[in-house]
C-alpha cells in the first residue's frame, strides 16, 4: 500500500523537476520518491547518531575501549 503526501518546492526546483521529467518520460513523482528513498537512510542515520552523541555527553551512554569489547567478545588474538 502507498500514501499520498503533498511537497511544496520552489519554482526553480519545480521547474528543473519538471524538465527532468519531461526530458526522461518519467514521472516528477518517480524523481520524487526517488530522491526520498536515496537520502532517507542517511538522514536517519544522522538523526540516531546526533541522539547517541547528545546521550554521550549527558552520561546517560559509555563508551568502551576496543581491547576490552574484544576481550568480552573473545576476540583476543
Known amino acids: 500500500m502507498s500514501k499520498q503526501t503533498n511537497v511544496r518546492l520552489p519554482d526553480e526546483t519545480y521547474a528543473r523537476l519538471q524538465v527532468l521529467a519531461a526530458r526522461t518520460g518519467r514521472t516528477a513523482t518517480y524523481y520524487i520518491r526517488e530522491a526520498i528513498e536515496a537520502q532517507l537512510e542517511d ?4 538523526y540516531l547518531a546526533e541522539q547517541v552523541l547528545a546521550d554521550l555527553r549527558s552520561g ?18
Request: proline content about 0%.
Open 60 to 77: 546517560r551512554e559509555k563508551t568502551i575501549a576496543m581491547e576490552e569489547m574484544s576481550r568480552k567478545l573473545g576476540l583476543e588474538d
Open 43 to 46: 538522514l536517519e542515520d544522522i
